[in-house]
Each structure stands twice: as C-alpha cells, then as structure tokens.
C-alpha cells in the first residue's frame, strides 16, 4: 500500500479540503481533509493512498468555498511530493542554459535524485543524459543491439516449452562431441542423487543409477546364491513349503535334537488324531472336583454390587450379604452396609406414594 503525502503552502490556521483531479479530467481521484505542521506555519500535508501515477490537479476548499488550486506528480510509491507550477514538458530543456527563447532551463545538478524518472507518454525528447526506460523506440538510427551467447549455445536442442533435449547433455567434465554440451559434474550440486529419465537412452553414466526395466543386458549377467538343495524344497503358490522331508523314520527318538517329546511319524495315527481333538471334552468330564468340594468354597466380602453378568458365587454372596449385614432406611434411601457396619456397599433409592413403594436397583 503507498501512501502518498502531499505537501502544499496556504493560510495559516484553515481548515482545508483537497481534492484531486487527474489531469484533463474532471472526476474526483481521491480527496481529505490537509493538516497544518505544528512548527512550520502555512505548510499543509493531506495524504492520499494508492492514487495511480500521474499529474494531478489539487483543488482547495475552505468553508465549501474554493479557493484555487495547484499542480503534482505522483508516483505509486509512499513518499512526500510537493506540488509544482504547471510546466508544459515540451518547453522545457534539459541543460544548464536558459534555454532557448520560450523554453526554460534546467539545471541537473540542483535536482534531487536526478536518476529518478517519470513516464512521459506520447512525448517528444530532442536528447537525454540520463538513464531511461524506453517502451518502444521508433527511431533505431545510430545504435545496434548485440548479445553474447555461451559457445555451442546454437547448437543446443531447445523445444517451444524452452526445454533441452537431454540425449545432447554429456555427462563428463570436456566439452562433448560436436553439438553436444559437457557437464561438470563437480559443480552441480546433489550430483549424486537421481532423476526419472522415461524412455530415455543414456550411453553412459558414471553415478549410481534405479534402473526400472532394463530392455539391453549385454555384457553383464546376475547371479545368485541359495542353500544347497534349496531347488529341491516344494514351495506352493502361497509361498508355503508343501511339506517336510523326515531324514528318516525312527522307532527311538535320538536323532531329532530339541524335540525329545515330539511324536514319531509312525505313531501319529487317524485314530490317535481324532482322540487329540476331543481331549477337552474328555477332560472336562473326567473331572475329579466334588460336589461337597464346590459347596465347601469359602466366601469373600464383596467389594462392589454385582453387575447382572457376574458369575453365580458372586450372586450368591450378595444374596448371602443383603439377608445378614447390617442396613439402614430412609424415606428415599436403603443403604447396605458391609460387615464392618460403616462403610457403604450398596444404595438404592425409594419412594411410597401412599398405594405403591417403589425400591430402585442396588449401586
């Protein structure tokens, strides 16, 4: 955002409006209210933001009533401009002299910032000793332009997006053959790391290279190396080995280190299996706990009410503690207490409308 400030001369103690009108035009660019310096009487500063670059006019206004106005140049950059007698720019020359008669010259040397420019459209220019920005030049007499390129630069094979051919890149340190650029590798930065090269023929690389399907493989063969008899393991579409070969079949289990308790082949049967699989069964009703054994379990206080879920010894011991400890009733409220008579195991609530009484669940 520029904000331009525009100083100017009037008055002392006016209360001032400005407004600015671009040159020819009688629409309003930008307009304020200017403030008058504190120290320096009679200088006025309004600022205006972003007014496009251009010569204005500066109208001023006291009490809605005008009161002349003044000329200034602004470009779209933040800064303090001053405003300026209206100069007709074709009368004016730029050079020490007085100029000729109608014209009024400039001195260069009591200009500030003299490299700076304005855009002047439309305008002829005898001569200027200064830098300029030329849009376009209609008149080439007396000069040439010239550009210096790279040697070999014309021969590189450049397509319309400006990309080069890479089958014309060598990748050495020289200079490559004719129509051909060298690169030196120890000035690139990350040489060692690696592009997509699509469909690209390469002669010869000489960096580490990811090598997708390689369509050329003379002069090179890959090898590998496996457990001996490897080829001899049945190996099934699944990946899984179909099987295991046994070295032998033995009566006496000494040649199978590590598995002294593992079941000889001519011993694991049909029959044998399937009394495997119902071993559970077989355990379970061949349990030897006893009836008198289950109704002998000790019980233990609860800790919390039993959830609907809880096993039956659980169930049971609530049953067992509701009927023996100690409680107490309120008109809202029945507490169980736990065998110390204090602490709290369960509340729940209730109520009695005179026809129903109502307990909630224990918690």
């Not at 320096?40 to 006019?57: E, Q």
């Not at 609860?302 to 409680?327: E, H, K, M, Q, Y």
């Amino acid at each position: 955002m520029a904000i331009q400030t525009v100083e100017f001369a009037f008055t002392t103690g006016q209360t001032i409006g400005t407004y600015l009108y671009p040159i020819g035009s009688d629409v309003v660019q930008a307009s304020g209210f200017a403030t008058e310096a504190t120290n320096r009487k009679t200088l006025y500063t309004v600022p205006f933001t972003d007014a496009p670059a251009g010569r204005y006019t500066l109208q001023y206004s006291v009490n809605s009533v005008g009161y002349g106005f003044d000329y200034v140049s602004l470009i779209l950059v933040s800064g303090t401009y001053r405003v300026t007698p209206n100069i007709n720019v074709a009368e004016t020359l730029g050079t020490v002299s007085t100029g000729a008669a109608g014209y009024v010259g400039i001195d260069w040397s009591k200009v500030n910032s003299p490299t700076s420019y304005n855009s002047f459209t439309n305008t002829a220019i005898s001569g200027v000793n200064l830098p300029v920005v030329v849009g376009t030049n209609n008149d080439k007499t007396g000069y040439s332009l010239t550009q210096i390129f790279p040697t070999n630069f014309s021969s590189l094979s450049i397509d319309t997006t400006g990309r080069v051919d890479i089958a014309k890149i060598l990748g050495t340190t020289n200079q490559g053959a004719a129509g051909y650029v060298g690169i030196d590798w120890s000035k690139v930065t990350n040489s060692a790391f690696n592009n997509n090269l699509t469909n690209t023929a390469i002669s010869g690389v000489n960096y580490p290279v990811i090598v997708g399907t390689n369509n050329d493989k003379t002069g090179y063969s890959l090898s590998q190396v496996f457990p001996p008899n490897f080829s001899v393991l049945g190996i099934m579409t699944t990946g899984k080995v179909s099987g295991v070969v046994l070295t032998d079949t033995s009566t006496v289990n000494t040649d199978m280190r590590g598995t002294d308790s593992a079941a000889l082949a001519t011993n694991y049967t049909a029959a044998r299996a399937v009394k495997l699989d119902n071993l559970d069964a077989t355990i379970t009703s061949r349990s030897t706990v006893t009836v008198d054994q289950v109704w002998a379990k000790a019980l233990t206080e609860l800790a919390v009410v039993p959830g609907i879920t809880t096993d039956a010894l659980s169930a049971l011991n609530w049953i067992f503690t509701l009927a023996r400890n100690r409680g107490t009733q309120t008109s809202t409220t029945q507490i169980v207490l736990k065998d110390d008579s204090v602490t709290t195991l369960g509340t729940a609530t209730t109520s009695d409308d005179g026809t129903t009484f109502i307990r909630g669940k224990f918690a």
